[in-house]
Structure formats: structure tokens, C-alpha cells
């Protein structure tokens, strides 16, 4: 499949690092109680890559030397924007400490192998993963970095979050176009334990607060694992296990969701269980009372019953009715309380700018970020949600203290053009397009090759567009959640070289595949 990188493949180094990747997700869930754990453990990934893959390109050190040229020009280019000589010389001595050298030394170590597919894919129609745009991004933030408002906080922030996260998303697609299919089996298989695991955990909390009453939802707020408003009695109790915010749990709901959903092509048993754990995975949505996960759910369900139909898939009709009647009963399950919440959205009421709703909070606060991408333009105030929220306490402490629990922009792009500036939001749109619409081309493609893997890429465009929407209200860029928001990316690049990889002539089975797409779906 991949004929430019060499034979045989590290099968056993490829095997530690889909157990690194297996791990690294587990502790992603873990939220900010292994957030330095995650972090580690997730450079120790991009270290062991560069290792097995650095020697195995032939055009590794030129790739090398290209990014780290690219790097060195960010850095002086930041230093020659930055007035402050003590906040330079902060930033350099910062800088200048092996570790944080080591870090971003890996990042484009790790991506030989992944630019020469690229390169190699070029010449192809609609095979781009905007890892360009990622190279272009990162080097964006460097500069933001020296010339922000923050520099120190700003390097912290590049070498414990978009370092990291580039690295991983550029090595996904390495290892995993070449593991086994035995090796895949076994990481579907222990990822797949470990969301149902979470979800049932979720499970038994909801019950116990839902039946235990006052007394038993105070001891589950005690333990972090929920949250009640006291001042509001009438105020929905919103789970948080396993993160810390209900935003960030609801959030690794959408993605439990979809990932149960691309397996649709599987036996009738795995699909019955498929399906039951993405509407588990609703249901615990629900108890998060987030308005703005949900509304990304729906997106993401309707673009992919549509990219459905239009590549050719028909799922039996049977399902919809079904599907919906599920979602009416989970409704009517939900207290008074949660359900109000999600109404809300078709409230005039909520859309009005100001701190009596978390939606006109938002809408208040807005203008603000605004005036900061105005006032900071090319570079923003400083990569990293410290200093974000550093430059808005100093400037907008009052505006803030009236709105609860709002501490950053709640909208991705226009939080990393506060914190970047301008160019580095049109990059992070520009990767995103890019993947987007190159994921969605080759979905088609590999349905009119009747090939199984186009229903998990359906899923997964779902997927992709109900993130979008989620982070038109939140922020999924930091920490953990990080982690998982480039996990899933580096998914969608996987996902995309392995169908420019198929020529058609391939059995539209795989070996040890099975495939019962045909018990689901009928070509047109």
C-alpha cells in the first residue's frame, strides 16, 4: 500500500506505538488529573516515532533540515517584531533550554515520512490532509509567540500543546497505513472497551444521581463527578465524569457517538452494539446539558445520512423511524431541568448579549476578543489559553466578573486570531477546508469502489462536521482535549492517503475483514 516506504515493516516498533496511542487516549480522558501524564507520554510517542521512522525515509534529513530551517526563520522573524528587549531576552532564555529545543526538534523529525506521502500524493487530485497549512500554522504560533504580549507563557504553551499535537497528527498516519490488520483489530478493539468502559462509568453516576436524590448528587459533587448549581435549585445537575467541565465530557460524547458509528459495516451482532453505544453516548450528552454539542450532533448525523445517500449508501429505512423514536424516548426520559436547558436554544431570550445566559454571555463577550484581534492583528496577544485569559483579566476583569465561568472567546477561530492574530486563524480555517473536503471526495471514491472502509469515512465526515460546529461556541485546542481534537484529525489524514492508496483493483473486501455492508447498505 505504501510502496515508497521500505519493506519489511518494524511490526514490533509499530505495535509499541498503537499501544502508546491506545494509552495516550486513555489519559486524554483523564482530562487536567493527567494532564501531565498525557503531555509526557504523548512526546515519549513522537520521540519513538521519530526513532522508527527517521532512518526508514530516504529523504528524512532534508525533510529535517527544511522544518527546522523553517523554525529558526520563525524564531528571528519573532524576535524582530518583539520591542520589549527584557520580555526578548525572557523568551530566549526560555527558549534556549535543551528540553524546549528537544520538542520542537521532534515534531518535525517525526514528519519525514508523512511529507513524502504528501509529496508523492501531490500530483493526485484531492489528496492534500493541509499538512502544509499545519507546517504553516505551527510556524505562525512562533512567531506569536515572541512577538505576544506573553512571551514565556507562550513558549510553554507551544512546546506543551501545538507541538505536540502537530507531531501527533503528522504520525498517526505513519504508523497506522502501516500495522497489521491484526494490529488494528486490537487497537479498534481496546479503544472500543475503553469508551464503553467511560460510558457505563457515566452511566451508574447519572443513576445514582438521578435516583439517590439531594443526598446523593451533594456526595457526587463532592468527588468532582458533577455539578449542581446551589444558588439555582431549578438548574439542571450536569454530570463531568470523566473531565472537569461538562463542555469537555459532552464533548468526548460527539466523539464517542460517531466512533461507534463507523463500524456500521460489521457483523450484525457488532453493529447492534455499535448502535446501542452511540445512543449511550446520547444519552450522557444529554445529562451534560450542553446546547452546543447537541446542536454539533445533529449537524453531524444530517451531513452524514446525506453524504450517505449521495455516495450511494442505502441504509435500510427501517433504521430512521427507529433512530428517531429512540431520541424522542431519551427526550422524555430527561428531567424538567435539562430539557428547559436544551430549549433555551429557540429562545429569543437567550440570544440577548449579557450574563443572565451562558449564550448571551458569549454574545457579550464577543466584542471584546474582537477589539483584541484589532488592537493585535498579525500576532495576537500570545499563543495559549494563559495568555489569553491573562491579557482579558487585565483589560476586561470587570466585564468578566459579571459572567461566570467565562474565562476565553468560546469560538475557535476567533480565539486563535486573538491569540496568533489574523493569519494564523486563515491557516487553521485553510487546514481545516482542506481536510474536509479532501476526506469528503475520497468518501465518495471509495464508495463507487464498494470498499467497507467508505462507511466508517461517512462516520467519520459526520464526525468532523459536528467538531466544526461544537467549536463555534467552545474551545477544543487546549490540554487534553487537544489531544483528542488532533487524534481525530490524524484519523481523517489516515483515512485519506489510505483511499489515495487504492487503485480499484483491490478485492472490495479486505483479508480478514468482514464485511456486511451489503446486510446494511444496497449500491445504487
Known sequence: MLHHLPNPRPRRAIAILLALMVIVTALAIGDKHTLLQCQRLTL???AAGALVFMPRTGEGWKRFLWGSVLLVLSVVGGLLLQTDSSQVFNAALHYGMPVIIFIPALLFASSPGFALFHRDQASRKNRSTGVLWLFALVCMTVISGFAGRFPQLTMEALTEEIFLYASLFMLMPLVLLQASPRAIRVTLISIGALLILVLISMTLIVASAAAGGYNAREALAGRGWIIVELEDPAAP???LFPFTHHNRTAYFCVIACFASLTQLNRSATVR????????LSLVMLGFTATRG????VAAGLVVMLVLAFASGLRWRWSYIPTFIAVLVALWLLLPPGHRD???QIASSHSYVPGPTTSIGARLAFWPHVMEMVRLHPFTGVGYGYESFERYAQGHYGDILATMSGLSHAHNTYLETAAESGILAAILLLGFTITRIIALMLQTFRVRKMRHPVGVAMVAWVGLEVALQVYGLSNYALRRNMGILTYGVWGISATMILYAASLTGREPSTP????????????PR
Open 341 to 343: 436547558q436544551f430549549l
Open 511 to 522: 483479508p480478514n475483514e468482514i464485511n456486511a455492508e451489503e446486510s446494511i447498505a444496497t
Open 293 to 296: 454539542a447537541a446542536i454539533g
Open 272 to 279: 447492534l452494539g455499535c448502535i446501542a453505544t452511540a445512543i
Open 237 to 239: 445537575w450536569r454530570i
Open 44 to 46: 515519549l510517542l513522537t
